[in-house]
C-alpha cells in the first residue's frame, strides 16, 4: 500500500541525503519521481546535501497545490510513481493534507524530509500536519551531536554569535554558516545543541568564551559554605 511517510530530524543529520539516496534507489530501477522542495540552502528548484550532492526540484511556493499540480502531469501523460517533497516543514498545512490526498487518491509514495521544531523549540506548521497525517513517522539514526558530545535534539538560531529565541519562524541559513538575513547587517548561523545547552542558551562559541574567563564557575560563597563547586567539600586540615 502507498504510505505518507515523514523522516524527521535535527539540522546536520542528513534528512537531504537521505532524500538523495531514495531518489537515486528508485531512479535506478526505472521508476520516475517528482522532487518538491523550498527554500533549500542551494537556491531555487535544487535539492542538495551537505556532502556536496544536488539535484533538480521543483520549488514549492505557498500557492502550488501539489495535488493538482501532480494531477496535470499525469493527465499530460507524465508519469509519477513516487514524490519526494525535501524541507517539508516550509511546506503548508494545506500542502502537507494535499500530500495525503496524493497517497490516497493517486494511490502513489510520498516520502517527506524535515526538521520538526523551529529555534523557538516550536512545532513548524508543516511538520505538525506531517504528525498529524503521517502513515509513518521516522526519526533519522544519525545522530546530529552538540558541542558537548551529546545527541542534539534542538536547533539553535544565533544572531551575532549570541542564541536566540524570538523573532521570524523562517530565516533560511546553514548549521555553522553565517548569512545575511534579510538584508540585515546581523549575521544569523545556526547550530544543532542538546536540550540541556538549548535551555542554557549555550552555543559551542560561547562555551568557549566561558572556558577561557577567569571565571568560569562563579562561586556564591553565601550559598555554598566550604562546598567547592568542581571538587566537593573542601578537606579540613
Known sequence: MPELVFFSGTMDCGKSTLALQIEHNRSARGLRGVILTRDDRAGEGKLSSRLGLVTDAVETTEDIDIYAYL???????GRCDYVI????????????????RVVDDLGVDVFAFGIT??????LFPGSQRLVELADRIEV???EALCWCGARATHNARTVGGVMVVEGAQVVVGDV??????DGLDT???YEVVCRRHHRRRMTAASARAAALSPDVLPVDT????????????????
Do not use: C, N, W, Y
Open 140 to 142: 533519522l539514526q544519525v
Open 71 to 77: 494531477v496535470d502531469l499525469l493527465s499530460r501523460g
Open 187 to 189: 549575521p544569523v548561523g
Open 176 to 181: 555553522d554558516v553565517d548569512t545575511d538575513a
Open 117 to 122: 521544531t523551529d529555534f523557538r523549540t516550536k
Open 85 to 100: 517533497a525535501d524541507e517539508a516543514q516550509f511546506f503548508t498545512p494545506g500542502q502537507i493534507d494535499q500530500l495525503a
Open 222 to 237: 553565601a550559598r555554598t559554605g566550604d562546598r567547592d563547586p568542581v571538587i566537593g567539600p573542601r578537606a579540613r586540615i
